[in-house]
Nanobody
Framework: QVQLVESGGGLVQAGGSLRLSCAAS????????MGWYRQAPGKQRELVAT???????TYAASAKGRFTVSRDNSKNTVYLQMNSLKPEDTAVYYC??????????????WGQGTQVTVSS
């Protein structure tokens, strides 16, 4: 089993910053893609940012220029630095990892979610 534990959410005023972290534990051979998603009340879960094992990043249009995704492979951890936060960024943020538990078994895992609330 692979487990993801998120941290760093909270309440912040518009224009402020937060840094989310997500660390994986368990039987892990390698992690390919790491990503962040979010789900606001009444809306579908949406992609925020992803980073590959080679460091290639992708961002949702709403996140470009304000959010930065990074990873520490030695710690099996992904980060999301969020700056210039807006009330519309309010959502539960989830991390997602895809990789392999061994040479023959792939996995995909989700974090439990962390609430980010941006007040106006």
């Amino acid at each position: 089993q692979v487990q993801l534990v998120e941290s760093g959410g909270g309440l912040v005023q518009a224009g402020g910053s937060l840094r989310l972290s997500c660390a994986a534990s368990g039987s892990i051979f390698m992690i390919n893609d790491m990503g962040w998603y979010r789900q606001a009340p009444g809306k579908q879960r949406e992609l925020v940012a992803t980073i590959t094992s080679g460091g290639t990043t992708t961002y949702a249009a709403s996140a470009k220029g304000r959010f930065t995704v990074s990873r520490d492979n030695s710690k099996n951890t992904v980060y999301l630095q969020m700056n210039s936060l807006k009330p519309e960024d309010t959502a539960v943020y989830y991390c997602n990892f895809a990789g392999a538990r061994d040479r023959w078994t792939t996995f995909e895992a989700w974090g439990q979610g962390t609430q980010v609330t941006v007040s106006s």
